[in-house]
């Protein structure tokens, strides 16, 4: 199929983007206490010359405590760590791209590997890593308000420093999800309750306040998963009704974009609808916003398998094409493929098939 609408331009607000490509935020840990360096901007700025429309960086955590669980991913606070940023912006600028941070705070974590702990223990809504299992702390009133501030303030940050974007993670099983999701949202508060409108609390003031930091035409992106890391099979939203009122009020505080986590993307998010759309497709059509689709976008195999050992190959785009072709999205998210290629858009504009890198997860040990 023609790859035309790929590379048709896109605008919302104050972003103008050269193609419909997004470099899907992807964890690297590249960044010494939390410090992104000169190589990191590097990298992100061979994705620019590469010419990815818009660029997410890797999550990059706000200034709580124990917000992160490895000393090796980017804060986005204090003044070295957001020097080093306004160098990534400054170098994916002069690559010609465009790029936004996207903002992160863990929840309630496993420890990492290596034995590093965080200075006060992993805080979440009910203080659960999983259903039933309580290893973190029970989050207060107090710690949810600077939470939502520490969001406020790294917006503010991100637009002070020159980026075109941010997004949030609110996806994943971590802080935000965490929140939505009942198995580990068992507060009796007004952060809590049996309705998912009800857990979303905390992300709809926290998307009020980064709108209030940023202003009107500053774009900000949610990304956002029915999925977990702790469990693949729970769903948020059972139904579009279940998910038009578990986002519109996301939409009415001031989300621009809803950035759509499918392990797969071609799979349809409600299979007895009689519908093939998938989470993003659905989202666009219930709320009216920009989506982005995310999931195994030109590879054999889903991205988490991908982390645990599972090599892919490259895969046709014809699926994802035909879809966009039909609107059911505005935007595509590719991670994998551009961590070992930062090329890749090139490639795929050019008809350069036989070009093509498979994935596997060798590639994460250095930045290409």
Request: aromatic residues 8%; charged residues 25%; proline residues 5%.
């Amino acid at each position: 199929m023609s790859t035309n609408a790929l590379f048709a331009p896109f605008a919302l607000k104050s972003l103008q983007l050269k193609n419909r490509i997004v470099m899907a935020p992807m964890t690297r840990s590249f960044s010494p206490n939390g410090v992104p360096g000169p190589d990191v901007a590097a990298y992100y700025r061979r994705r620019a010359e590469g010419q990815v429309g818009l660029i997410l960086s890797e999550g990059t955590v706000v200034e709580r405590p124990a917000s992160s669980n490895d000393p090796n991913i980017p804060h986005f606070y204090g003044e070295q760590a957001l020097a080093g940023w306004q160098h990534v912006i400054d170098e994916v600028h002069a690559g010609g791209g465009k790029m936004g941070p996207q903002l992160w705070h863990m929840g309630v974590m496993s420890e990492n590997g290596s034995g590093w702990k965080p200075s006060e223990a992993f805080e979440g809504p009910s203080g659960l890593l999983k259903p039933g299992q309580a290893t973190g702390k029970v989050m207060t009133e107090n710690d949810i308000t600077d939470t939502i501030a520490a969001f406020g303030r790294a917006a503010a940050d991100a637009k002070r420093l020159g980026f075109d974007c941010l997004e949030l993670h609110g996806a994943h099983g971590y802080l935000i999800d965490q929140f939505f999701w009942a198995g580990l949202n068992q507060r009796t508060d007004s952060y809590g309750g049996d309705e998912l409108t009800a857990r979303s609390r905390i992300a709809v003031e926290l998307v009020e306040e980064v709108r209030r930091q940023v202003g009107e035409d500053f774009v900000i992106s949610l990304r956002l998963s029915q999925w977990k890391q702790q469990d693949y099979d729970v769903k948020l939203a059972h139904s579009p009704q279940e998910m038009e009122a578990w986002l519109r009020p996301l939409a009415d505080a001031g989300v621009d974009i809803f950035h759509c986590s499918q392990r797969r993307f071609w799979e349809p998010e409600f299979e007895n609808e009689g519908s093939d759309l998938n989470f993003a497709g659905w989202v666009k059509k219930l709320t009216g916003k920009t989506t982005i689709t995310v999931g195994s976008v030109g590879l054999s195999g889903e991205f988490l398998a991908g982390f645990a050992g599972e090599a892919s190959e490259p895969r046709s785009l014809d699926e994802l094409l035909r879809r966009l072709d039909r609107n059911e999205f505005d935007l595509v998210a590719v991670g994998r493929q551009l961590i070992v290629d930062p090329n890749w858009v090139e490639k795929i504009q050019q008809g350069r098939s036989d070009e093509m890198k498979g994935y596997s997860r060798e590639a994460l040990s250095t930045l290409v």
